[in-house]
């Protein structure tokens, strides 16, 4: 398995671009988490889904939109990106049932800088 | 909403030494769970050590161990004989009940010093 995967592992973006950050995760897990990372702070939740279709958002969802067609795909959506958007961004994921206190495994993260 | 607080941004030690970080929580649930997770510089997030409100006895994991005190809300991490690869930023986080998102404290630099 290769777990969670997010690409880019990089980008930069002007003021006002779009992008979607992609995340993948091949553990057929039910449940999918965006957070994201600013520099010298914890993670904070930006969304989350409990399964495709069903989608809610986090601590601090401005600026961003998900969706969740498929138990696998969980893509992050940045429409006018803007200098305040500059951060890690990680993806989760954690299954239905089963595992000790069903782990939440992240991927590698992406650095994002909006300029 | 639930607030999860480290007081320590940075601490040091020697190797082969012992560290604790500190984390205290607030939260209204009686039922939940809490984690340490390290970020090396690789940025990956590996969970350390994770321990269930439910359950009195104190979580080890080979060198890691935590002194939970459930109604200090206080949930510490104790690193043993530390190693040069122990240095990290060092997350803590709660999570009300299982599959809910996790809330994280601001971290904890640690150095280890050869």
């Known amino acids: 398995n290769a777990g969670v995967t997010q690409t880019p592992k990089f980008r930069i973006l002007k003021i006002g671009q779009s992008m979607t950050l992609q995340c993948t995760q091949d553990?057929?897990?039910?449940?999918m988490y965006w957070y994201r990372q600013d520099p010298g702070m914890g993670l904070k939740l930006i969304y989350y889904?409990?399964?495709?279709?069903?989608?809610d958002k986090g601590e601090v969802p401005n600026g961003y939109n998900v969706s969740r067609s498929t138990t696998e795909d969980f893509p992050l959506r940045l429409e006018l990106a803007a200098p305040s958007q500059t951060s890690v961004y990680f993806c989760?994921?954690?299954?239905?049932?089963?595992?000790?206190?069903?782990?939440?495994?992240f991927g590698p993260g992406t650095r994002l800088t909006v300029t | 909403a639930q607030t999860v607080t480290q007081s320590q941004p940075e601490m040091s030690v020697q190797e082969a030494e012992t560290v604790t970080l500190s984390c205290t929580y607030d939260?209204?649930?009686?039922?939940?769970?809490l984690f340490w997770y390290k970020q090396p510089p690789s940025r990956q997030m590996i969970l350390v050590i994770r321990?269930?409100?439910?359950?009195?006895q104190n979580a080890t994991e080979n060198r890691f161990s935590v002194n939970f005190q459930k109604a200090a809300k206080s949930f510490s991490l104790k690193i043993s004989d530390s190693q040069l690869g122990d240095a990290a930023m060092y997350f803590c986080a709660y999570r009300r009940r299982r599959n809910t998102p996790l809330v994280f404290g601001k971290g904890t630099r640690l150095s280890v010093i050869a």
């Open positions: 321990q269930e409100a439910y359950k009195q």
């Open positions: 939260t209204s649930e009686s039922d939940y769970y």
């Open positions: 989760a994921s954690s299954p239905l049932a089963g595992g000790p206190i069903y782990e939440q495994y």
């Open positions: 553990m057929n897990h039910n449940y």
């Open positions: 889904s409990v399964g495709a279709g069903i989608t």
